[in-house]
């Protein structure tokens, strides 16, 4: 009986531990369910990028509404990431994943703080999900499109593979990350346009001055691709000889002109050689003259009398191709002459005076604006610090009978400024301009023109714009170097395409301008 009792009594403990031991098995099973719960699974529903990648900062791309919660936040270690005081405020989106190693994991995001502006990151991980770098990418300011950038992702490798970005106004100087294979990043810069002009990479940039667009055609004489109007092309290297064409009844002569048909592609071929074709061939005659009249890169302290001293830059910018200085002889856009004003008194048919002290109306700091579709739109200084750079931003509704159908808002962010049109039914921006638009008679130009903020002796900005049923092209923005602009701004136009503007002579930025000399310059829009 003693013996039965014991057998009993060791099946039962063997059945005790048995079921203990099952019941670990279940604990165990049930905290790795739970910890799925909690790991980077969910990470698999987002888009993995093919290389290379070429992405652009679009508003509507992102889907703020569908946000990471604060816990996947701080799961993807954000908080290291993104400024500590703002990350619960800003929203965080997953943009794509990269395959850039199999030893580590990389992630974009976009995020968008209070203000609505988006900026994108790019992060690695390890491949437990540890953080090891990251960078911040380019911004978008809600409220200046021209923030926009572009993100590109090449798969060339230097043993590492590499991400580059640029921004819209990069005159080719863009910056490039080296990856390390445990997933580092170092960033570099590429030469600048200039760099590679001075050592002969490149012979210098022309622009394509033919309205109907240029033709790129290949070694064999086909042609592949048509260059618009404004844009810039990359000269390797010119023909010996010109050749005549027929056009439109004209005989047109020029060279034979190989171009770059990729400048960041011939970037990166200047680090990782290819055998990839890069270039097309063109001819000279459809290309703006270039600015070879005068040195770019000097001031010129000339005799004012010199028919050609007010047409003096240091950079001009044409067409809206990607912001890059364009190589051209201001003289074929513009004709610019030194005048008298009482002479043009009869021939005035239009005149405007904006005075300084209206750019800076004082307001409560905020106004809201309402649009006809039934949305509206806040308008709100913001202050970085207390401090003599406060508010670092700025609006003002600026009073205008030129616009019936729009908004006209004065923005400053510290020392810059700019102004907005927007539309009166919609709220979308039509446009930009660097200082208050002047619009001709027949309202079919726009002239903006501003001293920029300067520790140096001021430079002239003038910026041009064509209206065509609505709607506004950037024609051209040049920086004069031997004239200024007064605070206190004059325009009196001739016609849509001649204007006087009231001018002074180069003088510092902080100058009082009871002693400045003043004197009046006639422009002729050629174009």
């Known amino acids: 009986m003693k013996y039965i009792l014991f057998l009993f009594c060791l099946v039962h403990l063997l059945a005790c531990q048995n079921q203990g031991s099952q019941t670990n098995k279940k604990d165990i099973t049930d905290q790795s369910i739970k910890d799925s719960d909690t790991s980077f699974d969910f990470l698999e529903k987002y888009p993995i990028k093919e290389l290379p990648v070429i992405d652009s900062i679009v508003v509507s791309e992102y889907d703020f509404e569908k946000h990471l919660s604060t816990k996947l936040k701080e799961q993807l270690k954000l908080d290291k990431v993104l400024p500590v005081e703002q990350l619960l405020e800003q929203k965080v989106t997953i943009s794509y994943r990269l395959n850039l190693s199999d030893q580590f994991k990389t992630i974009v995001f976009h995020y968008q703080n209070s203000e609505q502006d988006i900026s994108g990151v790019l992060v690695n991980y390890d491949l437990t999900f540890q953080l090891i770098d990251f960078k911040k990418l380019s911004t978008y300011f809600k409220n200046n499109e021209d923030s926009k950038g572009t993100e590109l992702i090449s798969k060339k490798e230097l043993s590492t593979k590499r991400y580059q970005y640029y921004t819209n106004r990069n005159e080719i100087h863009f910056k490039y990350y080296l990856f390390s294979k445990k997933g580092k990043i ?90 990839d074709i890069n270039h097309g061939y063109i001819f000279e005659g459809f290309l703006y003259k270039t600015d070879g009249f005068y040195d770019t890169n000097s001031s010129y302290t000339g005799d004012k009398d ?95 009978n030129s616009f019936e159908n729009s908004y006209l808002i004065f923005h400053s962010f510290f020392e810059d400024s700019n102004f907005l049109l927007l539309d009166k039914t919609t709220g979308d921006t039509l446009s930009y301009f660097v200082d208050y638009p002047f619009i001709s008679p027949n309202k079919k130009r726009i002239v903006s023109v501003k001293s920029p903020f300067s520790y140096d002796d001021g430079e002239a900005i003038l910026e041009l714009t064509n209206i065509d049923k609505s709607s506004f092209h950037f024609i051209i923005n040049a920086f004069f170097i031997n004239w200024n602009i007064p605070n206190d701004k004059y325009i009196y136009w001739l016609s849509d395409d001649e204007f006087i503007l009231k001018v002074k002579e180069i003088e510092h930025s902080f100058s009082d301008e009871k002693n400045a000399h003043f004197f009046y310059l006639k422009f002729k829009i050629k174009v």
């Open 306 to 400: 010199d028919p050609y001293h007010y047409y003096f830059t240091s950079s001009t910018f044409l067409g809206s191709t990607s912001g890059e200085e364009a190589n051209i002889d201001i003289r074929e856009i513009l004709s610019i002459k030194r005048v008298n004003l009482e002479d043009y008194h009869d021939k005035i048919v239009a005149q405007e005076k904006i005075l300084d002290d209206q750019y800076h109306t004082k307001n409560n700091n905020q106004f809201e604006l309402a649009f006809s579709n039934g949305t509206s739109r806040l308008f709100k200084d913001t202050v970085f610090m207390n401090s003599e750079y406060s508010p670092t931003r700025h609006y003002e509704l600026f009073k205008q």
């Open 186 to 275: 170092l960033e570099k810069n590429t030469k600048s346009l200039e760099q590679l002009i001075r050592e002969k990479k490149l012979i210098h940039t022309r622009v394509v001055n033919a309205k109907s667009g240029l033709n790129v055609r290949d070694t064999f004489g086909n042609k592949f691709l048509t260059l618009d109007y404004g844009t810039i092309v990359y000269v390797l290297d010119y023909s010996k000889d010109s050749i005549a064409i027929q056009d439109e009844g004209k005989t047109i002569w020029g060279r034979k002109v190989k171009i770059v048909l990729d400048i960041y592609k011939f970037c990166d071929d200047l680090i990782v050689p290819s055998d």
